[in-house]
């Protein structure tokens, strides 16, 4: 899902990427109406941070993600690796024993 989030945050910077690109080329052709385009431009820019920023938000979870999954990841190994040594600890006290009989 995220994947899908941060997919369509990359196309929205493409396609306002291009909008921005056209506005500025209207602006060199019409400018008459620079006033009208400077507005959109601008707010072409402000949607372009906003999507930014909403794909950096959206990366950082991602990254928390995968960080909480390698920390669950390490704690269960460090269960297993200690519930084996006490099984060993356990299994050697058994055999010291059964030499003792």
């Not at 109406?33 to 372009?48: F, P, S």
């Not at 390490?74 to 058994?94: D, G, P, T, V």
């Given at each position: 899902m995220l994947g899908e989030t941060?997919?369509?945050?990359k196309k929205n910077i493409v396609d306002f990427r291009q909008k921005l690109?056209?506005?500025?080329e209207?602006?060199?052709n019409n400018e008459e109406m620079a006033d009208v385009i400077n507005e959109r431009i601008e707010e072409t820019i402000q949607k372009i941070k906003d999507e930014s920023n909403a794909l950096e938000?959206?990366?950082n979870k991602l990254i928390d993600y995968y960080k909480t999954g390698i920390q669950n990841e390490n704690e269960a190994l460090q269960k297993n690796i200690k519930l084996r040594s006490e099984a060993?600890?356990?299994q050697k006290e058994y055999n010291d024993y059964a030499k003792q009989l």
């Amino acid at each position: 899902m995220l994947g899908e989030t941060m997919s369509y945050h990359k196309k929205n910077i493409v396609d306002f990427r291009q909008k921005l690109e056209d506005l500025q080329e209207q602006l060199k052709n019409n400018e008459e109406m620079a006033d009208v385009i400077n507005e959109r431009i601008e707010e072409t820019i402000q949607k372009i941070k906003d999507e930014s920023n909403a794909l950096e938000d959206n990366k950082n979870k991602l990254i928390d993600y995968y960080k909480t999954g390698i920390q669950n990841e390490n704690e269960a190994l460090q269960k297993n690796i200690k519930l084996r040594s006490e099984a060993l600890s356990k299994q050697k006290e058994y055999n010291d024993y059964a030499k003792q009989l």
